[in-house]
């Protein structure tokens, strides 16, 4: 009856009021709950534009209106990052260019310094040498005076002597060979001195392979007996140059002498000449010990010499000497194991061009 329509009722609007509240909770608290996990989560993955809706009035209105301040200053934080980073990085590649440009100009100024004490130190070198050439003039000097004055005086007695009518011809034979023999260091004594002065003399073209045959000519009986042979590799034709023919001979001697004094007991001399680029080169090789490599620094000094008392030293600072007096260069050429190997390179002669 009445009591079960009551309860009907009753019922209904049970049922009514909790789908009514579960609507309400829905959208009012469910549904912006979850809209703000979403901003959240987008903020989270660096979506800083994310905000949550803030229609509303209640504690999720101002909750989200909250968070929405905090986003904005998280921007601006974000920006001025982003902004002093900008300042760093330009001020980062200022200073950059800045060391790059020091470095440049340090690295510019070191190498002028060490160029300019390669210079100084190759002037030193060059001083150094003259000294050593001045020395070795001042002693040319005094034994051309102290050896050859008297020498002249036996050579001038000896050809009187020989114009006696007492001797006879065997006698006059000898004289003569003695004569020979004093006039040896004679002129010896004189060379040096020559070579000492380096001063300027006549020049004229030169052909380097013609001198190169008469010397190895002259020098062959020698080679022969201490069992040398000697390789000649000329280059035909040769640009000839333009020099004193008595100094560049005695520049030969000089060198095949140097030589054969390395290979006593036999080897291999090579001579090579080769023309290019403007100069003429001369190309000197022995099959000797070699030169240790502390030493080959100083071949070329005045006086310096590995051939003990047999040597005076002299020989390859007077080829330098007469290979720089002609603008050329002359050095000893870096190799492995034994053998020396001397190369010159002089201006080639060109017509019309002194030098």
Do not use: W, Y
């Not at 001579?271 to 290019?276: L, R, V």
């Not at 007096?325 to 053998?339: D, K, V, W, Y």
């Amino acid at each position: 009856g009445l009591r079960g329509q009551l309860l009907v009722i009753l019922l209904v609007a049970g049922v009514a009021t909790i789908v009514a509240l579960t609507v309400f909770i829905e959208r009012g608290l469910n549904r912006p709950i979850r809209l703000f996990l979403a901003s959240m989560t987008a903020v989270e993955r660096g979506d800083l534009a994310a905000t949550p809706p803030s229609m509303r009035r209640d504690e999720m209105g101002e909750l989200a209106v909250g968070f929405t301040r905090m986003l904005d200053r998280i921007r601006e934080s974000h920006e001025e990052n982003a902004r002093l980073l900008e300042e760093i990085r330009r001020f980062n590649q200022d200073l950059q260019r800045r060391v790059d440009e020091a470095t440049e100009v340090l690295a510019d100024r070191n190498e002028a310094l060490q160029q300019a004490n390669e210079l100084l130190f190759d002037l030193t070198r060059q001083l150094r040498r003259a000294e050593h050439f001045a020395t070795m003039g001042q002693l040319t000097a005094t034994m051309a005076h102290e050896i050859g004055t008297p020498l002249n005086a036996v050579s001038l007695h000896l050809q009187l002597l020989a114009r006696s009518a007492a001797l006879t011809a065997a006698d006059r034979h000898r004289l003569g060979i003695i004569d020979q023999q004093i006039q040896r260091p004679v002129k010896t004594i004189h060379e040096f001195l020559a070579a000492a002065r380096v001063e300027p003399r006549p020049r004229q073209r030169v052909d380097i392979n013609v001198l190169i045959r008469n010397v190895t000519t002259l020098m062959g009986p020698a080679l022969g007996a201490k069992g040398i042979v000697c390789d000649v590799r000329l280059a035909e034709p040769l640009a000839p140059i333009r020099a004193d023919e008595h100094q560049i001979q005695q520049l030969l001697l000089n060198l095949l002498g140097n030589a054969v004094d390395a290979m006593p007991g036999g080897g291999h001399l090579r001579i090579e000449t080769a023309s290019g680029g403007g100069f003429v080169s001369l190309t000197v090789t022995d099959s000797g010990p070699g030169i240790p490599p502390e030493l080959r620094e100083r071949v070329f000094e005045p006086f310096f010499t590995t051939k003990g008392a047999a040597g005076t030293g002299l020989g390859l600072a007077v080829c330098r000497s007469i290979v720089e007096g002609h603008r050329g260069t002359i050095e000893l050429a870096s190799q492995p194991g034994p053998g020396a190997t001397f190369v010159v390179r002089v201006p080639a002669h060109s017509e019309g061009v002194d030098g």
